[in-house]
């Protein structure tokens, strides 16, 4: 097996021998582009996802097209670039040759101190590459994971205006056929094994690959976004000796629409899972609309969501809601299991240590079904949820015929509120039953005070969650 990754830096080949290296394979994107002379744009904020100063961005062969989105380089892994070209704000332009972003910047006084203003430029070329007609929206959308502390968002947003008035056109689209020649030269069918002597990464190209790994090596840890993962080697220092790494397989980023459900392959990243959802499964889209920042759904997964089984996972209560399964799968079998079984306790599944989650089911509705979702948090995007939900309801003849209330911030991991659920079933859905179930919902549940919020201010907002949803439903 191979001891090497290949990927594209702007246009050059580059290879990195791990079995001779100064980086690891958890050395990060960010913290090899600071290593090297020519890519010190890139800048480090918190390292952790959350500022944007170090937003490169990657494309991706996809059918003989260019695929270009934002990421924050920050919790990326090197051997996670193999096959994919990286830029960073050195590869747009120069001072005598600006790339239409940076010469739209300088014309609307798009940056002050210029800590923030690299990172902007690679968000707002991702924009300029993804959209011909970008709305202001979107604009808005692709610019929530960027901070920045003294110009002020106006003058930037102009500026990314102004620069897509060239739909996409300029050094890239020229050179796009010959990047994919270069691109379709690296090997991507072979599955890579990095060694250092203490550090294992093993990088399969199928399914196949990673369950067949996953059974000889039970204890590899498994990463797909890694945007989870990541912090624990950039904020708690810890050494990871061994991962797997299913972020290069394909085949599990699928997603297929079959009559009666989507099949979502576990590493459809949120951004994608996003999209598919907006008509289908709208509650669900408007969950992952307040999910991180473009950068982050870019990378993080729907495996990775539901496998850190976190009580304050956003994806959870609106996936039970609608009555959402996973599929997991060893190197011998298959096993479907209800999401609202498969976490069993605090940040513990019900996936065995030689098991992957390989997708997730989720059914459309039947007529008159009506699924709702919300995020109560500090800020509305990027912040993580102080209280979340999934409700489904459907009323027949003015009943109550089906009702499911999934809390997320509430207990150890996501809860449905049953004694609220059985009062409400077969009665009408008034508001004054409604309002009967708050003393319930608060026997259900022990929530814990924290940075965020008091366990009383939360089971406030528990309450009051389920009172809006009866406003906009009844
Ligand atoms: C800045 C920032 C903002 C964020 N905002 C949000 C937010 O708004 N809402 C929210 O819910 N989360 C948020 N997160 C957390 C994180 O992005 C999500 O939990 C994400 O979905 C994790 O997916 P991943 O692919 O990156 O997972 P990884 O980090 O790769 O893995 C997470 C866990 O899942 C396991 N895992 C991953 N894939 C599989 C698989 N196929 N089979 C079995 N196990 C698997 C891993 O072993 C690990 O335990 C944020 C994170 C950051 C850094
Ligand atoms: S350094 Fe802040 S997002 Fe990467
Ligand atoms: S220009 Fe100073 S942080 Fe943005």
């Known amino acids: 097996m191979s001891q090497k990754i290949t990927f594209l830096l702007g246009n050059k080949l580059t290879e990195i021998d791990f079995s001779n290296s100064v980086y690891t394979p958890t050395t990060t994107v960010l913290q090899y582009l600071r290593s090297l002379s020519g890519h010190k744009g890139v800048k480090e904020g918190c390292a952790e996802g959350d500022c944007g100063a170090c937003t490169v961005v990657i494309a991706e062969n996809k059918n003989g097209k260019l695929e270009y989105r934002a990421y924050d380089s920050c919790i990326i892994f090197l051997p996670m670039l193999h096959g994919k070209q990286l830029l960073t704000v050195e590869n747009l332009g120069n001072s005598t040759n600006l790339h239409p972003v940076q010469q739209a910047m300088i014309e609307t006084d798009?940056?002050?101190?210029?800590?923030?203003?690299?990172?902007?430029?690679?968000?707002?070329?991702?924009?300029?590459?993804?959209?011909k007609k970008p709305t202001l929206a979107e604009i808005n959308d692709a610019l929530t994971g960027n901070l920045c502390r003294c110009t002020g968002y106006r003058p930037i947003i102009e500026a990314t205006q102004r620069a897509c008035k060239l739909e996409g056109k300029d050094k890239f689209s020229e050179e796009e056929p010959e990047i994919i020649k270069m691109l379709e030269c690296i090997n991507t069918k072979t599955a890579i094994s990095l060694n250092t002597g203490k550090q294992n990464y093993f990088i399969p190209f199928t399914k196949a690959k990673a369950l067949s790994l996953k059974a000889k090596y039970p204890d590899a840890l498994v990463i797909n976004g890694a945007t989870d993962i990541a912090l624990r080697v950039t904020k708690k220092k810890e050494f990871l000796p061994m991962l797997l790494d299913l972020s290069h397989i394909a085949g599990l980023k699928k997603i297929q629409t079959k009559s009666d459900a989507v099949i979502f392959g576990s590493g459809a990243c949120m951004e994608d899972v996003r999209m598919k959802s907006k008509k289908i499964f709208p509650a669900l889209y408007e969950m992952l609309s307040v999910f991180g920042s473009k950068q982050i759904r870019n990378k993080a997964t729907l495996g990775g969501n539901i496998g850190s089984a976190s009580p304050i996972g956003d994806t959870p209560p609106v996936l039970m809601a609608y009555d959402a399964s996973v599929c997991v799968e060893n190197a011998s079998s298959s096993r479907e299991i209800k999401l609202r079984e498969f976490v069993v306790s605090?940040?513990?599944?019900?996936?065995?240590?030689?098991?992957?989650?390989?997708?997730?089911?989720?059914?459309?509705?039947?007529?008159?079904?009506?699924?709702?979702?919300?995020?109560?948090?500090?800020?509305?995007?990027?912040?993580?949820?102080?209280?979340?939900?999934?409700?489904?309801?459907?009323i027949e003849s003015g009943i109550v015929k089906e009702i499911a209330l999934y809390y997320g911030?509430?207990?150890?991991?996501?809860?449905?509120?049953?004694?609220?659920?059985?009062?409400?079933?077969?009665?009408?859905?008034?508001?004054?039953?409604?309002?009967?179930?708050?003393?319930?919902?608060?026997?259900?549940?022990?929530?814990?005070?924290?940075?965020?919020?008091?366990?009383d201010a939360r089971k406030i907002m528990a309450r009051n969650l389920l009172l809006k949803f009866w406003s906009e439903t009844k």
């Open 110 to 131: 798009g940056s002050q101190c210029g800590f923030c203003t690299p990172g902007f430029v690679m968000s707002m070329f991702a924009v300029f590459k993804q959209f």
């Open 346 to 394: 605090y940040r513990t599944t019900q996936l065995k240590n030689d098991e992957l989650i390989t997708s997730v089911i989720i059914p459309k509705l039947s007529e008159g079904t009506i699924v709702k979702s919300y995020k109560v948090s500090k800020r509305k995007d990027m912040d993580i949820s102080t209280v979340s939900a999934g409700f489904r309801l459907k």
């Open 409 to 455: 911030g509430m207990a150890a991991l996501t809860k449905c509120a049953a004694k609220a659920e059985n009062y409400l079933l077969g009665k009408e859905w008034t508001r004054e039953h409604v309002e009967q179930t708050m003393t319930l919902i608060d026997e259900e549940f022990t929530p814990i005070s924290d940075a965020r919020s008091g366990a």
